[in-house]
């Protein structure tokens, strides 16, 4: 399975962008689906994840409220709705696969993909 994330880009603090991943392969539906980001100088962090089916999601109290996951699966693609942006929230971002999407909040990924950069501006 490979991954390529897209969306990202530069915005202002309190707007919005849509992170879409699009993973290759037949499969997509039998796997949890996840986003992590990465901040300059900082350990890389869970953000959000959905099972397979797109029936139970996982966040990070950091962004509940403000992001939500959801997929998909006839068009083979999960997204990333970020509202209400905040300059803590640039960082690179990144799309995941695995097991379940409690693996996936636990960091347990089978699959990572290349990142799509997020900068906030104040």
């Known amino acids: 399975v490979q991954l390529q994330a897209f969306g990202g880009g530069l915005v202002q603090a309190g707007g919005s962008l849509r992170l879409s991943c699009a993973p290759s392969?037949?499969?997509?539906?039998?796997?949890?689906m996840g986003w992590f980001r990465q901040a300059p100088g900082k350990e890389r962090e869970f953000v959000a994840a959905i099972s397979g089916g797109g029936g139970t999601t996982y966040s990070a109290d950091s962004v509940k409220g403000r992001f939500t996951i959801s997929r998909d699966n006839a068009k083979n693609t999960v997204y990333l709705q970020m509202n209400s942006l905040k300059p803590e929230d640039t960082a690179v971002y990144y799309c995941?696969?695995?097991?379940?999407?409690?693996?996936?909040?636990?960091?347990?990924?089978?699959?990572w993909g290349q990142g799509t950069q997020v900068t906030v501006s104040s």
């Open positions: 995941a696969a695995g097991k379940t999407g409690w693996d996936i909040r636990g960091g347990s990924c089978h699959y």
């Open positions: 392969g037949r499969t997509f539906s039998s796997y949890a």
